[in-house]
């Protein structure tokens, strides 16, 4: 089945400094790659999405980027700032569901 | 438009307890999933469905039951309360996959 790792566990950035944060997936059927924040005391949101079919997504400050052939994908954050600071989760989908990674702790140093 | 709403967001249990999570979605999504989140770590599939009537098991099922019998609903249900299932739940519903699923605020359970 498919299995997702997510690197590093924790990343301390100072602010207006870029974080990456990367995943790799072992299933080549996977075809969609979602990003999610999790702040604490809540539940998590999408913040961005890539498909298989694209090799990068830019959103503002947030972009992802794919490779199918290594099969890793990566978040990347431009400029962080304080309210950046969370919990950041990688999934690749697999079916009707969803395969997570463990999660980045993302903290902005001031 | 509320999007995912469960309740409660807090409950304490005591041992051999039971108790029914609630769910619900106005987003008119077909798939729902039933998520636990120990502190520090990731999510864990509990049950999914991906209709009204269907439902399957996910990841960490033992210790829980689930029914779908609206497009909306999709409760949880603890029988035989243990401190192993000390968490937080979390449900989510998503259009037809591959696409992102769109989270709850979480229940916080804690079970003494």
């Known amino acids: 089945g498919e299995n997702v790792e997510q690197h590093p566990s924790t990343l301390s950035v100072q602010e207006g400094d870029s974080a990456v944060i990367k995943c790799t997936y072992s299933?080549?059927?996977?075809?969609?790659f979602p990003w999610y924040k999790q702040e604490l005391g809540k539940g998590p949101q999408l913040i961005i999405d890539?498909?298989?079919n694209v090799g990068e997504k830019k959103d503002q400050r947030i972009a992802v980027t794919l490779n199918k052939t290594a099969k890793h994908f990566s978040l990347h954050i431009t400029e962080t700032q304080p309210e950046d600071s969370a919990v950041y989760f990688c999934?690749?989908?697999?079916?009707?569901?969803?395969?997570w990674g463990a999660g980045t702790k993302l903290i902005i140093k001031p | 438009n509320a999007g995912v709403t469960q309740t409660p967001k807090f409950r304490i249990l005591k041992i051999g307890q039971s108790m029914t999570l609630q769910c619900t979605q106005d987003?008119?999504?077909?798939?729902m999933y039933w998520y636990r989140q120990d502190p520090g770590m990731g999510l864990k599939l509990i049950y999914y469905?991906?209709?009204?009537?269907?439902?399957d098991k996910g990841e960490v099922p033992n210790g829980y039951n689930v029914s779908r019998s609206t497009t909306e609903d999709f409760p949880l249900r603890l029988e035989l309360a243990a401190p192993s299932q000390t968490s937080v739940y979390f449900c989510?519903?998503?259009?037809?996959?591959?696409?992102?699923?769109?989270f709850g605020p979480g229940t916080r359970l804690t079970v003494l």
């Open positions: 987003m008119n999504h077909n798939y």
């Open positions: 469905s991906v209709g009204a009537g269907i439902t």
């Open positions: 989510a519903s998503s259009p037809q996959p591959p696409q992102g699923q769109y």
């Open positions: 890539i498909r298989s």
């Open positions: 299933d080549s059927a996977s075809n969609y």
């Open positions: 999934a690749a989908s697999m079916i009707y569901q969803l395969i």
